[in-house]
């Protein structure tokens, strides 16, 4: 038997057509700037469908060899970024979340991490920390500093201390170790947490450019967002020529801007929808202290 439509839900959903237009219309509105004409861009005839298409821009970025280098070296960020950071989180939360008694140490090492979320040496520090490190220009600058991210910690210990302990116990009276309890009980019951970290760190490394531009010189080293972001501070005429010019000359900081902005989107849309049905069920996994 099929219910009636009331007005009731035909309000909600207009008002939910009405949110996603309002999420989606960004969005759509890069796009069309980007492969419309300066002068339309300009003088902000570009609202819903783009005008005098143009692919002047993201010729620009596509047409650059450094494109592609940085595109591979976000590319391996990311996998060696979140494979580490999630390692980390795991192997780090577990003992927290146990009851005092069963780890006492847990109570200062909570303590020396919270000390480490309310306070940082600052960013010249850090600068002269990566150089005597050896890690100044290196591949690894982009991922050790932040290994172990604190705020993501803290949700998972969460995470892992909705697990009842009941469940540990039992593996421990049928002679599991502490690995053996972590990787075969506590993991595989926290895949929806786990996909919701696997989305932040992924986020976090694909759209951060200011690592690469404080600590890596070499522009063949440095992440997408980073040469991105030097693609309208930095333009050198000198290494320009006349084609190169009449190309910049095409296009306006909105319309670069947009490109730029649609590139960087294009990983994200993609990954996005596979893990979006863990996101929420990760999220108030943590949100409630059991």
């Not at 650059?64 to 494979?83: M, P, Q």
């Not at 150089?131 to 500093?145: E, K, M």
């Not at 926290?190 to 690592?211: E, I, R, T």
Request: hydrophobic share 50%; proline share 6%.
């Amino acid at each position: 038997m099929k219910k009636k439509m009331t007005v009731g839900h035909m309000t909600i959903i207009v008002v939910l057509i009405l949110l996603a237009i309002i999420c989606l219309y960004p969005i759509w509105y890069m796009l069309i700037c980007s492969v419309s004409d300066k002068v339309y861009v300009e003088a902000g005839r570009v609202r819903l469908l783009p005008k005098g298409i143009n692919f002047t821009s993201y010729q620009r970025i596509l047409g650059d060899e450094l494109y592609f280098s940085s595109f591979w070296v976000s590319v391996r960020r990311v996998i060696a970024g979140c494979t580490l950071n999630l390692t980390l989180l795991i192997l780090t939360a577990y003992p927290m979340c146990l009851p005092q008694k069963k780890f006492p140490p847990a109570r200062y090492i909570k303590w020396f991490f919270m000390a480490n979320m309310l306070f940082n040496g600052g960013l010249i520090p850090s600068y002269v920390l990566m150089r005597q490190y050896g890690l100044f220009d290196s591949f690894w600058a982009l991922i050790l500093p932040g290994a172990v991210p604190l705020w993501n910690l803290v949700l998972m210990v969460n995470f892992f201390r909705n697990i009842p302990y009941e469940l540990n116990e039992s593996v421990t009276i049928d002679g599991g170790n502490p690995l053996q309890i972590l990787f075969q009980i506590y993991v595989p019951l926290s895949k929806p947490s786990l996909a919701c970290m696997f989305l932040f760190q992924f986020v976090g490394h694909w759209n951060s450019y200011f690592d690469g531009l404080m600590y890596i010189n070499d522009r063949a080293k440095q992440p997408l967002q980073t040469y991105i972001y030097q693609l309208s501070v930095q333009i050198d005429f000198s290494k320009m020529d006349a084609s190169q010019i009449m190309a910049l000359l095409q296009t306006s900081n909105k319309t670069l801007e947009s490109a730029k902005v649609f590139v960087a989107l294009i990983p994200i849309l993609c990954i996005y929808p596979f893990i979006q049905k863990y996101f929420t069920t990760g999220m108030t996994m943590g949100a409630v202290k059991g």
